[in-house]
């Protein structure tokens, strides 16, 4: 299949390396800084393939199957209607909407296009969570009684005023929570299920005239199988690997990164056997990318369902959208 993406930033570098270790074709690049593009296209295609600073212009003079959209946030939902009106599938960086009415767009653009959209939560597909997955789903954990999770990031006062996007409202939709934070929350959602309320704070400790949105979020969410708590933040001094823990009858299923650690109500610890991937991009983003994209293309192929579109990730959306509302409350 043919591919074009949109944002030619850090994370495009993962879906570029991705697309071209595969059997199909990037033909097209297109970034508002023209230079990126091109830096694009000489690094994965030769040079050989066409660039833009318009997606507009992109949909209008190439022919390609699947749109990536790696931009601001902000612009995720526009051009991922732009695309699914022009007839192509769509494969999305996260959050998937910065609002509730961006959702709400994206959802029926898709439903009227009868083309596939998938979101990169791509850690879904680390070693350490498929493993978790399947001792909850054969009963060897128990039934869940409760998780946490911790994210403790460290993003300095460049890494916003740089991009000329982040720390803005407009453009980001919030801070650590949308941005460093959506992929656990995701986890923890799919192993509690469905959220039934939500309660948060936000600060922003470090950043202050600096960033409008938080650097620091903590939240109390109850989920049908029991209780969640959630903490996350930008203002660390460095990039910890991602806590998620899953308290269950049996065991707690603790995924550090993607280790996989199993603690007995003995205190006898057991180290699951991961299959160790090499990250495409930074470690602590998780080593799923590959399969996330590989596995969404398939779909395409043989015209099933997204494994990742909007059904999937509506509970965690609305989760977070849940989240922001209680803290911007306060």
Partial sequence: ??????????????????????????????????????????????????????????????????????????????????????????????????????????????????????????????????????????????????????????????????????????????????????????????????PVSAEASIANHHLKGVIEVEDTMEAYIKYGSGIGLFYCTTAFGSNAPILLEIHCENMILRIEGDSLTLIYPDSRRETVDCEERVALGKDYWGTGHSACISNFYECVEEGKPAPIGIPQVENTFNLMMDLYDSARAK
């Fill in 1 to 194: 299949m043919k591919t074009a993406i949109v944002g030619c930033g850090g994370i495009a570098r993962v879906h570029a390396e991705t697309i071209k270790n595969s059997k199909h074709e990037l033909v097209a690049f297109c970034d508002i800084r023209r230079e990126r593009a091109e830096n694009f296209s000489q690094k994965y295609t030769g040079g050989k393939a066409p660039v833009f600073d318009s997606l507009e212009e992109m949909l209008r003079q190439v022919d390609f199957d699947v749109l990536h959209i790696c931009t601001p946030h902000a612009l995720h939902v526009p051009m991922a209607v732009a695309a699914l009106k022009s007839g192509c599938n769509v494969f999305m960086e996260k959050p998937p909407a910065i609002s509730r009415k961006q959702f709400a767009e994206l959802k029926d653009a898709e439903k009227a296009s009868g083309k596939l959209l998938g979101v990169c939560f791509q850690n879904r597909y680390n070693t350490s969570v498929t493993q978790a997955r399947e001792l909850i789903s054969s009963g060897k954990a128990g039934k869940i009684i409760s998780a946490r999770a911790f994210v403790t990031w460290s993003r300095g006062e460049s890494y916003y005023v740089d991009s000329g996007w982040r720390g803005t409202m407009e453009l980001e939709g919030g801070g650590a929570m949308i941005n460093q934070s959506i992929h656990t929350l995701d986890l923890m959602t799919q192993f509690m299920g469905q």
